[in-house]
Nanobody, 121 residues
Framework: QVQLVESGGGLVQAEGSLRLSCAAS????????MGWYRQAPGKQRELVAQ???????DYADSVRGRFTISRDNAKNTVSLQMNSLKAEDTAVYFC???????????????WGQGTQVTVSS
């Protein structure tokens, strides 16, 4: 059983900063991609940022230059530093991990429970 535990959401004023963290626990032998998605009310879930175990990072155009994703492979954690926050960044943020529980297992996608980020203008 793989679990993702998120922390760090909250309420912040525009131009402020927040840091989200996610820890993957349970029986997981290897992780490929770790990242963050978000979903605002009435909108589809969208990719915010992700990083692969090869070191590649991808960002949504709307957050590039403001958000930074980082990963600790030894601890199976991923963090998202969010600076210069805008009202349109308000959403529920979900941690996303693609990993497998054993060398003979297929890679699966796991989701955290979500953490609310609210930016007041």
């Amino acid at each position: 059983q793989v679990q993702l535990v998120e922390s760090g959401g909250g309420l912040v004023q525009a131009e402020g900063s927040l840091r989200l963290s996610c820890a993957a626990s349970g029986i997981i032998s290897s992780i490929n991609t770790m990242g963050w998605y978000r979903q605002a009310p009435g909108k589809q879930r969208e990719l915010v940022a992700q990083t692969t175990n090869g070191g590649r990072t991808d960002y949504a155009d709307s957050v590039r230059g403001r958000f930074t994703i980082s990963r600790d492979n030894a601890k199976n954690t991923v963090s998202l530093q969010m600076n210069s926050l805008k009202a349109e960044d308000t959403a529920v943020y979900f941690c996303n991990v693609v990993g497998r529980v054993g060398v003979l297992s297929n890679y699966r996608t796991y989701w955290g429970q979500g953490t609310q980020v609210t930016v007041s203008s």
